[in-house]
């Protein structure tokens, strides 16, 4: 249901989620909130998906958090098989939290366009430019990491005559890197402004896009059933 | 505009130039950003404070462009691009631009940084953007079981980011201005 909603909506449901998850301070009543998004990503075999083929990405911090979380309130509550105190409970609630808001984003990067979600984000009054923004940086880091390689790359051969470079060189040569890549940025910077402002981006305030996004029946009944759930949660509380 | 003056308005160049700084810190946080996730989840509030170069982007597009609100929304900004590229804490990364931008938009806007930008400057913003992303970091990560490790941290990460993101920002801007590139 999660994939197949608009891209709005699945960021207004992602939203909701992160927001309630991290103001919700009773662990109990978390545990009941968590159910509606986790039954949502259960079900949903795009997300199920997607949480494994990027499995190290999520699990990396719910397993670390966790690991902490066990050093410090203690392990007693394991010990005890189950039986959770107050502090030991709520031990739990950042490694579920983080895991279940790190699916859903990887699930909501792997089945959104971004360029659907630029023209959504304007039809809920984001201006033009900010979407423009999030697009034009996600569109060049990609093209940053060639510039960062190659830089990367004639390091190498000034430094290290062609091989890896040492830990040490790299800490003293990280300046250096960080201020041609900075430069090769504003110099890209420069030229794609010149080209926008050429074609006449800045002189009308609306624009249209060559993927409109529209909202769907999914969508609208995924957030609207996540509001009734909140609104439940909000009456057991 | 005349040096030396603080615009509010962004143009088509100053946007393009922020999102240049959001991809080139998306490109530079690449590998260190898992290492301080999991640094930081795994060691609590101890776990990643050596690493201090998170705010350059921000402290970089303040310096590099006099306009009030950039620092901040550089922040924000680039957080959002990295959890469009998969952040391992997902949308969650967003929490940290907006503490760290709002800590380093207050000093800027205290010291005048965006009139008199300079070492001291970009030091105590990457500093206190630090600090107020580690108050983030604490209620995302549930540390109230670990106070003592937290209040020692402080200023720990406040010395890592003043020193690393203040002091690279500071070298990278003298470098920039030399060349008559950034601010107008």
Known sequence: MFSRSDEIMKLIFLFSIAIGALIIQKSNIFYIFIVFPVVVMLTDREVLQAVRENWMVTLLLPVCLLLFHVVFPSIPGLLRQGEFNDLEAAAFVPSLRVFVVVSLSIAFLHSSDTRRLASGLTRLGVPVKWSLAVYLGLRYVEVLKVVAQEINESMRVRFAGGGALGWWMKLRQFPRFMFLLVFNSLVRADQAALALESRGFASQSRRTFVIEHSYSVVGLTLVVGLFVWCGFVAWLA | ?184
Not at chain 2, 17 to 24: E, H, K, L, Q
Not at chain 2, 28 to 46: K, V
């Open chain 2, 1 to 184: 505009m005349t040096k030396g003056e603080v615009s509010g308005a962004f143009g088509v160049r100053e946007i393009v130039m922020i999102a240049m700084i959001c991809a080139v810190s998306a490109v530079a946080y690449a590998g260190l950003g898992q290492l301080w996730a999991a640094a930081t989840a795994a060691g609590g509030p101890l776990g990643g404070v050596a690493i201090g170069l998170f705010q350059f982007g921000h402290i970089l597009a303040g310096a590099l462009i006099p306009r009030v609100g950039v620092v901040f929304i550089t922040s924000v900004l680039s957080t959002v691009i990295q959890a469009f590229l998969g952040d391992p804490a997902g949308l969650y990364v967003i929490g940290w631009g907006v503490t760290h931008g709002i800590g380093a938009e207050l000093i800027f806007i205290i010291m005048n940084g965006y009139r008199k930008p300079g070492f001291w400057v970009f030091a105590v913003a990457a500093g206190v953007a630090a600090v107020c992303g580690h108050l983030f970091s604490y209620w995302l990560y549930g540390w109230q079981g670990a106070m003592w490790m937290f209040f020692i941290s402080i200023p720990l990460l406040f010395l890592a980011s003043a020193i690393q993101s203040g002091g690279l920002v500071w070298l990278l801007a003298k470098q920039l201005k030399k060349l008559g590139v950034g601010r107008d």
